[in-house]
């Protein structure tokens, strides 16, 4: 596993076209996209001021999008940590391989959209914050 650093992850604005009758946001596999999307998934019905994720990946690129609602995620390179505030559909964030991750504070009705660069694979997550923390320090 890569080091990469907190700072290696980024909000993104997605852009937002308006209507008449609401906004649509975009996102496509093109050069403006850190990576090509493989896998897509959503939480949801998570109760508020609860959390979720608390795990690496040691490959898969994950790009974070709160579509309803709020929730903030937790990074951790193992030896800084950062929080990001997540609350409007048209930012999302870029978290790489290699940072300790967790979703916490969901409001009410919360909605976390991930975009993913692999399909899914267990041998990818890292659920251990201790084997975390040796695999980065190898």
Excluded at 94 to 114: D, K, M, Q
Aim: proline fraction near 3%; aromatic fraction near 14%; charge should be negative.
């Amino acid at each position: 596993m890569k080091n990469k650093s907190v700072f290696d992850c980024s909000v993104v604005h997605l852009g937002k076209i308006n209507f008449a009758e609401g906004n649509l946001t975009v996102v496509e596999n093109s050069s403006d996209f850190p990576f090509e999307v493989q896998r897509v998934f959503y939480l949801y019905d998570i109760a508020g001021g609860e959390s979720r994720g608390s795990h690496a990946h040691a490959e898969c690129h994950q790009f974070l999008i709160a579509a309803s609602g709020s929730f903030e995620v937790s990074l951790d390179d193992g030896k800084f940590k950062r929080q990001v505030f997540l609350n409007r559909p048209d930012f999302g964030l870029h978290i790489p391989p290699g940072i300790w991750a967790s979703e916490l504070n969901f409001s009410s009705g919360a909605i976390c959209l991930v975009l993913a660069s692999t399909t899914f694979d267990e041998a990818d997550y890292i659920r251990d914050y201790e084997t975390f923390l040796k695999n980065i320090n190898e």
